[in-house]
C-alpha cells in the first residue's frame, strides 16, 4: 500500500465517510431505515452452526430503556471470547425482517464505555487491501491521536490567517475522525491547500533554477517564418504561426525555452517544431528529435527529410534497428538534426554543439530518459520543446503547469473537415457496416481498435483479443484485405504494415490501443472502437484522431457493450464524446468524473501524486499559486518557513511532467 512511515499513514486519507453518529433509540428502528446506530445492552446471547451449510450464527438480544432488539452475526465466532453478557455497547448495521421480528444483522460492535471508533460517530472509510482491512486502519490511526495533535504546523500564520484555514494537527485529526460533517469540510479544505501549495513552491522554484542554467541564443531572419512557409506547400494556420513566433522569440533569448506544444492529433505540431529546427540549424547549431517508437520516429524523419533539405539542412535516423548515418558523423557536427527513439542516448551517441531538444509525447519518457538527452549537450543546456497531443484540462495547464510556457494549437488545418463520430449499437450496426464497405471500395482505410482487457495485457491475452476480432471482421468483409498490429510485433513488421495501410495495399488495420499516437495515413477515413466504454474520454479522442488527416470525410465509430450492461455515467461520458469535439473539454469532463488518471494513465506526472487536493477546484489552485508566489517573493530560498520547507521534498523534475 506503500506505507513505510507513521507519516505515509497519517496522510492516507479516507476515501469516503459513513455517518454513524444518529443514535436511535431501540424502539425507533424499523425496517425502512436501511442500517441503524444504537446504544444497548447485550441481555443474552448464544451460539450453533447450522446443520446444513454449517454457518456459524451468534444470537443475541439487545435492550436500551425504549425496548429491545434482536441481533445476529454470521461466521464470526471470535466474538463469543469478547462478548460481554449485560455491557453496553455502540453497534451499527443494515436493520432486517426476519419471522415477523425486527433484527439487527451483522453489525459492528465496540464497548460504550470506549471513545467509540467504529460507530456511534462519523467513520472513515479507508481504501484496503488482502490483509489490511479498513478497520486495521481506523484502530492504528485512532491510537495515533495523541501524535497527531502534537504536529507541528507547516503554514506560516499569516497564510492561515488569510485564507481563513485550520491548522495542520487540527485538520488531520479531522480528516480521519471528524467531529462533524462541516469539519471534513475545512479539514479537505485545510490539507489540500497545504497539497497544492507544495506543488506551486516546487514549480516555480524548478523554474527559477531552469532559467539560471547557461545556454546559447539561437538568432533567426525576420523572414524564417515566411520563407519556410513558402516550401511548406500549404499555408500555416493562425495558432501554427502565434507557436512558431513564441518558440522563435523563446530560443533567441540566453534563458533555455522550457515550452511544451500543446495540439490535437492532426493539428500540425510537425510543422511548428520544423521551423525551430530549421532556425537551429541555420545558425550552426545541433537539434535532436525524440519520438517513443521506432515507428513515430521513421514517420517524423520521412515526413521532415524533404522539408529541410530545401533548406539545406542534413538529417539523419537513429533508431534500435537504424543508423542512417555513424555516430562520427553526429559528434563532428555533419549532421544537423537527429531524429530517433530511446537510442539517441545511449553512450556512444554524442554532439557537437547541441542547442534544441524535441520530444515527442514526453510522458512516454521517463524523467531520466529525457535528462540524458539534454545532458548530450556538452557545455549549455539546450532549449527544450515537448510537443503533447493528450488533451489536458484548462484547469490543470493555466494553474499547474506554470513552470513551462505553453504553446497550443486550436486551428484545424486548412481543407480537413470536421470528424463524424457516431454510436454503434445492435440497431444500426449494418448501416455501420455500409460506410466501411463503402469507404474500402473508395479505397480508403479503416483502423478497427479492440480494447485492452486490463491496463497491462499479456502477450497471450492481446494476440486472443485481436484473433477474436479478426476471426469477425473476416466474416463482416470476407474481401478485405486485413492486417493486426500489438504490442509484441516486431519493429520491422510494424513499419511494415503501417507502410501497407499507408500505401494503398491494406484495407483494415486491426489494433489494440498500443497503435502509436501520432501515426499519419492520410487515406484513412474510419476508426472502429470496440467497447469504447472502457476508454477515457481523453484516450478516445486520442484515438479518433488516427483519422481526419486529408480532405475526405472521415467517421469515427464507437461501439459499446449492450445498454442492459452500461451504468448511466458510462452513457452520459460516451454521449458527450460524440458531441464534443474539443480534446480539452473532454478532458475536464474525465477530470470530473474519472480523476487525472483518465487523460494523464496511471504511471505518469507528479500530479497524480495529490492524495487529497480537487484538481477542479480552480479557486484553491489559483489561491495556492499567489501564495506561493507572494512567499518566493519575499523568502525565495525559504529560510524562514523551515517546516514548510522540510515538507517539501518535492522532486521537481518530476512534477516536470
Known sequence: MGLKTVGDLLTYYPRRWEDLSQITPLNGVEAALGRATV???????????????????????????????????????????????????????????????????NPSIEPAEKTPVHSGRIIPI?????????????????????????????????IRKNYRLIDRAHAIENIHFPHSLSAIGEARRRLGFEELLLVHLGLLI?????????????????????????????????????????????????IPMNRLLLGDVGSGKTAVAAAALVATAKAGRQSALMAPTEVLATQHYYNLQPLLAKFGVSTTLLTGSTKLHDYSEIENGDVDVVIGTHALIQKQVGFKNLNLVIVDEQHR??????????????????????????????????????NLEISELTSIPTGRLPIITRLVTEQNRATACKLIEREIKDGHAIFVITPLIDEV?????????????????????????????HGRVASEEKLELMTKIKNGDLDILVATSVIEVGIDVPRATIIWIKNADRFGLAQLHQL?????????????????????????????????????????KLAEIDLKLRGPGAFFGSNQSGLLHLKIANLTDKKLITETRTAAEAMLKTDPTLTHHPELKARLSFNYVTHEE
Not at 519556410?228 to 495558432?239: C, I, N, R, S, V
Not at 486529408?550 to 460524440?578: G, H, K, M, P, W
Open 126 to 158: 479507508y481504501p484496503a487491501t488482502a490483509g489490511i482491512s479498513t478497520r486495521m486502519l481506523r484502530r492504528w490511526l485512532k491510537n495515533l491521536i495523541a501524535t497527531i495533535r502534537e504536529l507541528p504546523d507547516t503554514l506560516p500564520e499569516d
Open 457 to 485: 495485457l499479456n502477450d497471450e491475452q492481446e494476440r486472443a483479443s485481436i484473433a477474436s476480432e479478426l476471426k469477425s471482421l473476416k466474416r463482416s468483409f470476407p474481401k478485405a484485405r486485413i492486417g493486426s498490429l
Open 39 to 105: 446504544r444497548a445492552r447485550l441481555l443474552s446471547f448464544s451460539s450453533f452452526r447450522t446443520p446444513r451449510r454449517r454457518m456459524f450464527l451468534i444470537n443475541g438480544l439487545l435492550e436500551d430503556e425504549t425496548g429491545a432488539l434482536r441481533v445476529v452475526w454470521f461466521n464470526q465466532p471470535y466474538l463469543t471470547q469478547s462478548l460481554k453478557k449485560g455491557a453496553e455497547y455502540y453497534l451499527s448495521g443494515p436493520i432486517r425482517e426476519r419471522d415477523g421480528h425486527l433484527v439487527l444483522t
Open 206 to 254: 524548478a523554474k527559477q533554477q531552469w532559467e539560471k542554467l547557461p545556454t546559447k541564443a539561437i538568432p533567426h531572419s525576420p523572414d524564417l517564418i515566411k520563407d519556410f512557409e513558402a516550401q511548406l506547400g500549404f499555408k500555416l494556420t493562425p495558432t501554427q504561426k502565434t507557436s512558431i513566433k513564441e518558440i522563435l522569440s523563446d530560443i533567441a533569448k540566453s
Open 365 to 402: 519518457f521517463g524523467v531520466r530518459q529525457r535528462e540524458k538527452l539534454k545532458n548530450k549537450a556538452l557545455d549549455i543546456t539546450p532549449h527544450y520543446l515537448s510537443l503533447s497531443a493528450t488533451p489536458i484540462p484548462r484547469t490543470l495547464f493555466l494553474g499547474l503547469l506554470h
Open 544 to 584: 479518433r484522431g488516427r483519422v481526419g488527416r486529408s480532405s475526405l470525410q472521415s467517421y469515427c465509430l464507437i461501439e459499446t457493450n449492450s445498454a442492459e450492461q452500461q451504468n448511466e455515467e458510462d452513457i452520459n461520458r460516451l454521449t458527450s464524446f460524440v458531441k464534443i469535439n474539443d480534446g480539452s
